[in-house]
């Protein structure tokens, strides 16, 4: 492949889908086409150029993006491969805000698919124009017709076949190509004409697609409706200025397993799809603190967005940029003006899966890795510290699914840390975390797959080995009525000893306002300098919790009274003295647990409300409202913490992976008895475990 291709020679597009239509298999295909490899490997072999983790080959499906560029008639095209599933959104989002295009394919027996639907929304974010590829037409009960109405239902858009399918399923043979009219068949492409049984079917197919074409430009609906024939090159560019604009989006079919319209495919990627110089991008000026149009051409100001980070065991950390303006050099020193800081650029890569290639440069439009970036992470902009720029950083869901970590052995214990910083900064969709009243790590992320595949690759890459288990439920202890004791420290052992009395009020608060430790202690009968030492020993009640371990919230200490000894009064027995004479008033105080409140925000298909409902009933829910917008349903409710552990999952399992839902802290509320008592019990049976 040639290292220089000017910008507007380069096309940047993202392959989208449901899980399994075929991505990484298209992939293959074209990278066979453009003589990158000599034969087509396959998914379930695990020799794809793109599923090169370990883990991906043994699951058969990707798990991370991957940049596969393919040199065809003159251009490069960087194809991002993104996972399907839904746990791996994370790649997704960072491909489309790479891209100028997209190509969104299809099952050809399943259709339009819940991931289908899904990665459409993350198009339309950035508003990609984008082809349809129809694939897998050899497999049984392929249904090109099906997948068209499909579209039709399932989108707003107006989707114009290029091509129609000789053949289906086992017989499935070549397309007929509707702008030249002419069929090509096997994987060789090879020219043919059109099979008259199809003749029919494609002269109506046809004069759709030259109805659409025409009204993108004046001048081809006047030679259209003058009855002229228009010629391919008119009907091409058509066809360009309409997909460029959203108001086309052409349809293909083909099988990338069996190489059949692969290189059709490839052809309208180069002619339909806009290069970088044909999208308008922006950034921020920071000098200026305005919005400034980039020029795609590489004496522009330099403005390049890191979108991905990688761990490599041999090379180290590994930067996916994209340049938008200007030129990336080798050797050379950029500033991040995310972290204002300043970068020293080593040898700059072209990437093609787990492959790097060096270049001296990498130009406007282009996609490169450059390795051992010391304060650069995914989102940043690399720009020069003269004309300083910040481009729109990548947006990513909040994780919803949850696990405590335990580390396996010291060894574990040591790593730890160092491994989770940086599985985060390879994904930004998993977030860690530590829950001070339970003294838990938690690793979240979107989904119980992903979460696995991430503790796999804490293991694989880093070495570190945990365990998982749901996390505990951070509950706080409170008291309801006020309530008072007293405790005597007395310790005579030979030498000096320890001597203290404290005599102490316990309040309740309202809720949220934390602790108040006040002092009316009078005539003297504790010294002021052991008023502080009562209220650190009440502090250590405070973290450990008196009825079930929880720490203790909403609550005043008042300290009025007790006695001291010259000699054997002290710090620690004060601190002791204090400690005890609390628990003991808490204990008086008619104590309770505290559980956290979510506001919960769900959005599912209108057909999903009904079995939605039923759900948050079993959960304790308070429903706060329903709308109904755009055939979406949006509940919102305040939902107990501990009924939302896994609603990820069944989430999932009710809406068939349509529904999504966010949650937040709302406050503090005081758990039904019957449900406490359980909990006291448990924590009683762990504490003497």
């Known amino acids: 492949m040639a290292d220089e291709y000017r910008t507007n020679q380069l096309r940047n597009v993202v392959l989208l889908s449901h899980g399994s239509a075929g991505k990484t298999s298209l992939v293959e295909a074209m990278l066979f086409n453009t003589g990158a490899i000599a034969r087509m490997g396959k998914v379930e072999e695990g020799t794809t150029v793109s599923d090169y983790d370990e883990e991906e080959i043994r699951r058969r499906i990707s798990l991370s993006l991957s940049v596969i560029p393919c040199e065809w008639k003159g251009h490069k095209i960087n194809v991002l491969d993104t996972p399907g599933y839904a746990d791996f959104v994370g790649e997704v989002k960072e491909?489309?805000?790479?891209?100028?295009?997209?190509?969104?394919?299809?099952?050809?027996?399943?259709?339009?698919?819940v991931g289908t639907e899904r990665v459409w929304k993350y198009a339309d974010e950035y508003n990609l124009p984008r082809l349809i590829l129809i694939n897998k037409m050899d497999r049984e009960n392929a249904n090109f017709e099906h997948c068209l109405e499909d579209l039709d239902r399932g989108f707003e858009a107006n989707f114009v076949p290029l091509q129609i399918p000789i053949g289906k399923e086992s017989d499935f043979r070549g397309v007929i190509d509707l702008v030249n009219y002419r069929a090509y068949l096997g994987e060789e492409a090879k020219e043919g004409d059109i099979p008259a049984e199809l003749q029919d079917m494609a002269e109506g197919y046809r004069t759709r697609l030259v109805e659409a074409a025409v009204e993108s430009e004046d001048e081809l609906i006047m030679k259209y409706l003058e009855g002229e024939e228009l010629s391919e090159e008119e009907i091409k560019r058509g066809l360009a200025a309409g997909v460029k604009s959203g108001a086309i989006v052409p349809v293909l079919c083909g099988s990338a397993t069996q190489n059949i319209g692969i290189r059709p495919l490839m052809d309208a990627i180069v002619e339909y799809l806009p290069s970088p110089a044909e999208v308008e991008i922006t950034a921020q000026n920071l000098a200026t603190k305005e919005e400034e149009r980039l020029e795609a051409n590489e004496l522009a100001p330099l403005a390049a967005l890191a979108f991905k980070t990688m761990a490599d065991p041999y090379v180290g950390k590994l930067t996916y940029f994209r340049v938008y303006g200007g030129m990336l050099e080798s050797d050379s020193r950029v500033?991040?003006?995310?972290?204002?800081?300043?970068?020293?650029?080593?040898?700059?890569?072209?990437?093609?899966?787990?492959?790097?290639?060096?270049?001296?440069?990498?130009?406007?439009?282009?996609?490169?890795?450059?390795?051992?970036?010391?304060a650069t992470s995914t989102g940043d902009t690399l720009c020069d510290e003269g004309h300083p720029l910040l481009l729109s950083p990548i947006e990513f869901p909040k994780p919803t699914f949850s696990v405590a970590v335990t580390p396996k052995t010291k060894a574990d214990m040591d790593k730890l840390s160092s491994a989770l910083s940086r599985l985060v900064e390879e994904d930004p969709t998993l977030e860690v975390s530590r829950e001070p009243s339970t003294g838990e790590t938690l690793l979240s992320g979107m989904g119980e797959a992903h979460i696995d595949a991430a503790v796999r690759r804490l293991k694989r890459k880093f070495g570190v080995e945990v365990t998982t288990s749901m996390p505990k439920v951070p509950y706080r202890e409170t008291i309801t009525k006020v309530a008072s004791a007293q405790y005597r420290h007395k310790k005579q052992t030979g030498g000096a000893g320890q001597f203290a009395e404290v005599h102490l009020r316990v309040e309740p608060l309202a809720r949220g306002e934390g602790f108040d430790y006040v002092n009316e202690v009078k005539y003297g009968h504790i010294s002021d300098a052991f008023i502080p030492s009562i209220e650190k020993g009440i502090k250590q009640v405070l973290k450990r919790g008196v009825i079930a371990g929880y720490p203790v919230?909403?609550?005043?200490?008042?300290?009025?009274?007790?006695?001291?000894?010259?000699?054997?009064?002290?710090?620690?027995?004060?601190?002791?003295?204090?400690?005890?004479?609390?628990?003991?008033?808490?204990?008086?105080?008619?104590?309770?647990?505290l559980e956290p409140i979510m506001n919960v925000t769900i959005v599912v298909p209108e057909e999903f409300l009904g079995d939605i409902l039923g759900d948050l009933n079993t959960r304790r829910a308070r429903v706060q409202g329903m709308e109904q917008r755009g055939g979406k349903g949006i509940i919102t409710a305040q939902v107990p913490l501990a009924e939302m552990q896994r609603y990820a999952t069944s989430l999932r399992s009710i809406t068939q992976g349509r529904g999504s839902y966010t949650m937040e802290l709302f406050r503090y509320e005081k758990v039904p008895d019957h449900l406490a008592q359980e909990i006291i019990e448990a924590a009683k049976r762990e504490k003497k475990g």
Request: charged share 30%.
């Open 95 to 113: 491909a489309v805000r790479v891209v100028e295009g997209a190509i969104v394919l299809l099952d050809a027996a399943s259709g339009v698919e």
């Open 553 to 593: 919230t909403d609550i005043r200490a008042v300290v009025y009274d007790g006695k001291e000894h010259p000699v054997d009064s002290k710090d620690i027995a004060f601190q002791i003295a204090g400690r005890e004479a609390f628990k003991l008033a808490v204990q008086k105080a008619d104590p309770v647990l």
């Open 335 to 374: 500033f991040n003006s995310t972290k204002g800081a300043e970068e020293r650029i080593g040898q700059l890569y072209f990437a093609c899966g787990k492959e790097q290639k060096p270049v001296d440069r990498v130009r406007a439009g282009d996609i490169g890795v450059v390795t051992k970036l010391s």
